[in-house]
Structure formats: structure tokens, C-alpha cells
């Protein structure tokens, strides 16, 4: 039996604030006047990156400071993503501390726990809860984050030993600065994708995703993206509500 929609829990630490900031208003429309070269360019691969980008796998380190409490915690997985007309999607294979999945893809967020024996499905109203999580940005296209965000390059910086370049994106719209005060990207100069994010809010907590040992276009059969949910567990299902 399925249980009654509830608000989201802590399950996933990042996603209702997430989700939240894709039903939020935004500047449509309105671009960011004015680029700098040096941002510019790294915007540029990363668009051709993306037209070339179908499948991704790469390990995952989260991180999520708190800093009134003075508090860290990390979890590491893997993540996979598929582009295609069909099913475009991303999938975190969380392995530690605790196992679980995340299944961003069109029009649904799946969260399957098996520690608690629970499966919950997010139905956004927009078409594509990638889309509506921009948790590694990846795939998204210059023109998109130049009307949401103010982009500023700061810096090249080394991360694990790769040179990569550091934008910082000043959201435009008042919901996500109530969310975010600001979300950094390091994007790497080898594969042009942030290979590091990280989501700061307003009280300076944040939120870091750290990709490494990437592999671009390998071979994802569907069957990758599909959750086995085992009859036992609880199931949890809520809708969004629309975008205003």
C-alpha cells in the first residue's frame, strides 16, 4: 500500500532545497549583459562539451558542512549519467555511510533507501527534474545558466591535480538567493564539465560534490538508470506544486 504524500525528510540532505529552487520564479529572458572573456571561453567548452557529452560515470564525494554546529559529513558513491531523446538521466549510487540511490530523470526524482526499507517518487511539474536539481551541471547549456546566474571567473585552480577554472554564479532570481547565496563551479580543463560544485547558502553552510576517476561515453544500457524496489518496502509518493 502506498503511503500519504509527506513533505520531503532528510533522507536527502540537498534536495528539497533543490527542488525548491526549481519551482521558484526566475528572470526569463533576461541574460547577464556583460561577460568576461576569460569566462566566456570556459562557458563556450563547456557548450561543446555538452553536444558531444551521451553517457558519464564518475566517483562521488559529497560533502556538507554546517558551520553553526560545526559540523562535516561526507558520503561517496557513484555517479552515472545518460543523455538520449528517451531517457536522459542521472543516477547516485550512494555507498557509504549508508546505501542509497538517487534517480534524477524527466518529470520524476526516485530515492530508494534500503537501510529503512523505504522508496519515495517526486513528481516535478516541469518536465525534467534535471533540470530542476542543477546538482553537477552538467549538460546545461551557457545561454541557460547566463540567464539565471551572474557569472564571474575567478580563477585557475588546481583540484586532485587538475588544472581547472573556478566560475562563481550569483543567482538572479530572489527565491534561489533565499536558498543560495552563491554556487561555485570548477570546471576542468581535460573533460570541460565541473568536476567540483559547490552550493553555498546564506548562513555559509554549503554543500560540495567532488567527481573523480570520470569516464566520458562509456557504454550505459538503459537497465542501468532502472530501480529494482522490492514489494516490502514503504512507498512514498508526492507531487510538487506548480511553478509560480
Known amino acids: 500500500m502506498k503511503a500519504e504524500p509527506r513533505l520531503l525528510n532528510r533522507t536527502a540532505p540537498a534536495l528539497a532545497i533543490l527542488l525548491a529552487i526549481g519551482c521558484g520564479e526566475t528572470m526569463r529572458g533576461l541574460a547577464q549583459s556583460s561577460l568576461s572573456a576569460e569566462a566566456g571561453k570556459v562557458l563556450s567548452r563547456m557548450d561543446a562539451r555538452s553536444r558531444t557529452l551521451n553517457t558519464l560515470t564518475a566517483d562521488l564525494k559529497q560533502t556538507k558542512v554546517t558551520i553553526v554546529v560545526d559540523d562535516l559529513s561526507e558520503k561517496t558513491g557513484k555517479l552515472?549519467?545518460?543523455?538520449?531523446p528517451q531517457k536522459s538521466a542521472f543516477m547516485v549510487?550512494?555507498?557509504?555511510?549508508?546505501?542509497?540511490?538517487?534517480?534524477?530523470e524527466r518529470g520524476k526524482v526516485s530515492i530508494l533507501e534500503p537501510r529503512i526499507r523505504?522508496?519515495?517518487?517526486?513528481y516535478t511539474d516541469n518536465g525534467s527534474a534535471t533540470a530542476v536539481l542543477p546538482l553537477f551541471w552538467i549538460g546545461r547549456s551557457s545561454r541557460t545558466i547566463r540567464r539565471d546566474y551572474d557569472v564571474r571567473h575567478i580563477k585557475t585552480e588546481q583540484i586532485d591535480g587538475r588544472p581547472t577554472s573556478l566560475l562563481e554564479l550569483n543567482p538572479r532570481s530572489s527565491a534561489t538567493k533565499g536558498m543560495f547565496s552563491q554556487i561555485l563551479l570548477w570546471?576542468?580543463?581535460?573533460?570541460?564539465?565541473?568536476?567540483q560544485t559547490r552550493l553555498i547558502e546564506a548562513s555559509e553552510d554549503h554543500l560540495t560534490l567532488l567527481l573523480s576517476n570520470i569516464k566520458i561515453n562509456p557504454r550505459l544500457p538503459n537497465r542501468v538508470f532502472e530501480l529494482q524496489v522490492?514489494?516490502?518496502?514503504?512507498?512514498?509518493?508526492?507531487?510538487?506544486?506548480p511553478s509560480r
Open 187 to 195: 570546471v576542468d580543463h581535460k573533460y570541460w564539465i565541473p568536476v
Open 230 to 241: 522490492p514489494q516490502d518496502f514503504e512507498r512514498i509518493e508526492q507531487k510538487l506544486p
Open 80 to 84: 552515472y549519467y545518460k543523455k538520449s
Open 93 to 104: 549510487n550512494y555507498e557509504s555511510p549508508d546505501s542509497r540511490t538517487l534517480l534524477l
Open 118 to 122: 523505504r522508496y519515495q517518487e517526486i
